[in-house]
């Protein structure tokens, strides 16, 4: 089983619509959760840390559900701006302390 | 502050060929880490270092090798390049996990090598 999975979309929604990507991880002692912004041949770039309960950012809302291991990505008001693949990012703990595990990515289009 | 650089940003080799990819953060992090990207595999983790003088491997260490001989730099080899290694290499940094805060170890990527081997 992969340390993180996510759904790879691709998700197409007209501007202004509200859009939610959620993914799941194994290791339930992790400790850092974060989703991450990725352009099409760029560097992945810190979208948002998630913490335990809740966090909002402008038009973006992290939530995490411990006990189901489950990590969600909610944007309202879609812009064209938010095109882009979102990748869901927990880290390991015990032997793979300092490491963290990303998912595939769910690639997002955002149209007129 | 320049965060994480990498050099070269592309490069062509020939199967067999050698060469050494570098990264430098200047952001005085412990940890830095080497990744590859390909199409549809995500980013899969080759080598890491938890500081200097040390490394380990990662998800894919077969045909790299890796040396952190100072702090703020981090250097990936590939002794004899094959087409199997086409691929974007990106490097990032972070400061340790901390046993007290969340999410203390974000990772900061460099702007990545595209590497074709022919």
């Known amino acids: 089983r992969k340390e993180v999975e996510q759904d790879p979309g691709p998700f197409n929604v007209p501007e202004g619509a509200t859009v939610a990507f959620n993914c799941t991880y194994s290791?339930?002692?992790?400790?850092?959760f974060f989703w991450y912004r990725q352009d099409c041949r760029k560097e992945p770039k810190l979208l948002m840390s998630?913490?335990?309960s809740g966090n909002e950012d402008g038009r973006f809302t992290a939530q995490l559900n411990r006990a189901s291991q489950y990590i969600s990505l909610l944007i309202r008001d879609s812009k064209l701006s938010d095109s882009a693949t979102y990748l869901c990012?927990?880290?390991?703990?015990?032997?793979?302390?300092?490491?963290?595990?990303f998912g595939r990515g769910t690639q997002l289009t955002v149209w007129p | 502050n320049a965060g994480v650089t990498q050099t070269p940003k592309f490069r062509v080799l020939k199967t067999g060929q050698s060469m050494t990819l570098l990264c430098a953060q200047d952001m005085n992090h412990e940890y830095m880490y080497w990744y590859r990207q390909d199409p549809g595999m995500g980013l899969r983790l080759i080598h890491y270092s938890v500081g200097e003088g040390t490394t380990a491997k990662g998800e894919v260490p077969d045909g790299y090798n890796v040396s952190r001989l100072k702090k703020q730099n981090f250097l990936l080899g590939l002794e004899s390049a094959a087409p199997s290694q086409t691929s974007v290499y990106f490097c990032?940094?972070?400061?340790?996990?901390?046993?007290?805060?969340?999410?203390?170890?974000?990772?900061?990527f460099g702007p990545g090598t595209r590497l074709t081997v022919l």
């Open positions: 290791n339930s002692a992790s400790q850092s």
């Open positions: 998630v913490y335990s």
């Open positions: 990012v927990v880290n390991g703990r015990g032997s793979t302390l300092g490491r963290l595990y």
């Open positions: 990032a940094s972070s400061y340790p996990p901390s046993r007290e805060g969340w999410n203390y170890d974000t990772q900061y």
